[in-house]
């Protein structure tokens, strides 16, 4: 069962920014204590690397708007496992974030309501339960949810601004740099889960209406708000210090924003901040659950984990089980000190980023026929080369623990792929196209190619009609040459003969007829001879390909492509209903380069499928 096309840009835009504007109520004042004011270099370090990772996930949900985002793309780039080891490390870490986040909400709960401390952990499990309770229930009703809430946060924010803008301390600023470039680096690595939630956005593709469009739109809108968001808190913070270096010595958990607004502001406005920071946290915990469930979900599709996981609710039309064991999983974390864990998160964010910079080389360097991303990364591969280069780099300054802890979720992948998914996995990967071109050998079945074709159908909502029906059936045939015009005829007749079994010779005389009355070839590539046969009630393509050419006529001589047409005398609506469509797809810009580099027949039969035309749906089948 497939999962609901109901997300729009406003829902995928809350959906991103609201799993990201929790950082800026939480992290700022370890931020700060790290690189001083120039954290703001940090946030920039860390958000044009974020963009990179941003174009290439934008691609890639484009052309595969599938539940488990990146990990479905790894695992279509590099196999299943590094599929499998990276889809459970990445839910493992948004898990872990989202626990993180919960624990931060009960305890603002709590110092708002004057409430006991040892509530904490059972304040935590209930609002668990109550999030996967909106999730189970639909992600329509968690989309809608999520973009009141995101309008509320902005909305505090921009109220924020503009009532500190006049209390800003330029002396604040100094040192700008009290730690060294070093240290802006290694800052940039802290913050940088501070953009996860474009990569929540991605695991949801397969539930937004038009991804092609509206994926990349709503990621943009996202990265570029909620960059220009912490720019701007963070100047303010800094600026506002009643006493420079002041925002060194708030803890973690009392919200800078709240703090700042107290000393500042006065106290009303520090429980307006306290409240807004609470929905914050709201928002990233709802999104947070609503993207690491669908990786369970993924997982379980390909067979990796037990298939029950991929169950999906008749009712709600939600991934059930998937979002039930993501819940139990957040609730255990809760019982742990998660605060290394979070900097684990982190780390594997940033591998996130690195392996989808990695899956769009591969992908495209593979030249995979089928992969047809509707939205292509531009500066193509120095946006991927930079920006992996750069996060490696911001990994390198985040030290060893958060590395090891990364190791160890790894090697848990490794352990489940090994004894669980090992034996079941079959999933042919982009990365055996590219050894296989690079070597010259055949390493495929081409079932990637079939399964990108099926994709594209769900992704664009084709619907089949009556000229689909006659390529996915019709003889499709790469021919040796050159050839004079009366050999190919004689070879289609071969053909055609033995396909509707007619005399060979009369299929030859017609062929041969037909081109006397007006050549039939329409293009220095194309030629579509078509010819009548007797009876009723029949119609019927065929497909060649010359890749050395064939001499139809002193002005066509060398054509690479011929679709014989052939058909009784009352199916003249089936053959105008097929030139329609084959003067559609011949128009695309780069129809004849894929023609001729399509790898095999079944390459050139998915061409002419996947071509872009209007379809002529007929109501009775």
């Not at 110092?111 to 006991?116: A, K, Q, R, T």
């Not at 800052?187 to 956005?201: E, M, N, Q």
């Not at 946290?281 to 996981?309: E, F, H, Q, T």
């Not at 292509?376 to 990994?395: D, E, R, T």
Request: glycine share 8%; hydrophobic share 50%.
């Amino acid at each position: 069962m497939s999962l609901k096309k109901v997300l729009t840009v406003l829902d995928v835009f809350s959906i991103s920014t609201g799993a990201m504007l929790s950082g800026v109520f939480i992290l700022p004042a370890l931020a700060y204590e790290t690189a001083g004011s120039a954290v703001l270099v940090s946030y920039l370090i860390a958000g044009a690397l974020a963009l990179t990772g941003l174009l290439s996930q934008a691609e890639l949900a484009s052309a595969m708007p599938k539940a488990g985002g990146t990990y479905f793309y790894v695992t279509r780039s590099m196999g299943s496992a590094v599929g499998t080891v990276y889809g459970l490390i990445t839910w493992l870490a948004i898990v872990l974030k989202s626990a993180f986040e919960l624990v931060f909400m009960s305890t603002a709960i709590i110092v708002l309501g004057h409430l006991n401390q040892h509530l904490m952990i059972p304040l935590a499990l209930v609002l668990c339960c109550c999030f996967i309770a909106l999730n189970i229930f639909g992600v329509k009703e968690a989309g809608r949810m999520q973009t009141y809430i995101v309008l509320v946060i902005l909305g505090a924010l921009v109220v924020f601004v503009i009532k500190s803008f006049g209390y800003c301390q330029t002396q604040n600023f100094s040192p700008f740099n009290p730690n060294g470039f070093s240290s802006i680096f290694a800052t940039a690595g802290l913050v940088f889960i501070s953009f996860g939630g474009l990569l929540k956005v991605a695991s949801v593709a397969e539930e937004v209406k038009d991804p092609g469009k509206t994926l990349p739109r709503a990621m943009l809108m996202s990265l570029a708000v909620v960059q220009l968001s912490y720019l701007l808190i963070i100047f303010m913070l800094i600026g506002e210090q009643v006493t420079p270096g002041i925002l060194k010595t708030m803890l973690f958990k009392e919200a800078p924003i709240s703090q700042t607004a107290n000393l500042v502001m006065g106290n009303g406005y520090r429980i307006f901040f306290a409240i807004i920071a609470i929905l914050a946290v709201i928002s990233a915990v709802n999104s947070g659950i609503m993207a690491a469930s669908r990786y369970p979900l993924a997982l379980s599709r390909d067979k990796m984990l037990p298939p029950w996981l991929g169950n999906i609710s008749s009712k709600f039309e939600t991934p059930i089980n998937s979002l039930i064991l993501t819940g139990i999983v957040i609730a255990i974390a809760l019982f742990f000190d998660i605060k290394v864990l979070v900097k684990a998160a982190s780390c594997v964010l940033i591998m996130t980023y690195i392996f989808t910079n990695a899956a769009v080389v591969i992908l495209r360097e593979s030249k995979v026929q089928n992969y047809r991303p509707q939205f292509k990364s531009p500066l193509y591969p120095w946006v991927q080369v930079i920006g992996a280069l750069g996060l490696i780099a911001l990994m390198a300054e985040m030290g060893p623990t958060p590395l090891f802890v990364s190791l160890g979720l790894a090697l848990l992948g490794f352990v489940v792929y090994w004894f669980y998914g090992r034996q079941r996995a079959s999933q042919e990967y982009a990365l055996l196209h590219l050894i296989g071109r690079i070597t010259a050998q055949e390493f495929t079945s081409h079932s990637l190619e079939r399964e990108l074709k099926d994709i594209i159908h769900e992704r664009d909502e084709v619907l089949k009609d009556g000229f689909d029906r006659l390529v996915e059936s019709c003889p499709v045939m790469d021919i040796a040459g050159p050839l004079t015009r009366d050999e190919f005829f004689g070879i289609a007749a071969d053909v055609i003969g033995e396909d509707l079994g007619i005399e060979i010779e009369t299929v030859l005389q017609s062929l041969i007829q037909r081109e006397q009355q007006g050549c039939t070839a329409l293009s220095p590539l194309l030629a579509i001879p078509h010819i009548v046969i007797p009876g009723e009630k029949h119609f019927d393509v065929l497909m060649f390909r010359c890749s050395e050419g064939i001499h139809f006529s002193a002005e066509s001589t060398s054509i690479k492509a011929v679709i014989v047409l052939i058909g009784t005398r009352d199916q003249r609506r089936g053959h105008l209903m097929a030139l329609a469509a084959i003067a559609q797809i011949v128009q695309e810009d780069d129809f004849s380069q894929r023609w001729l580099k399509a790898k095999n027949p079944e390459a050139l039969r998915d061409l002419i499928l996947l071509g872009k035309r209007q379809r002529q749906i007929d109501p009775a089948g």
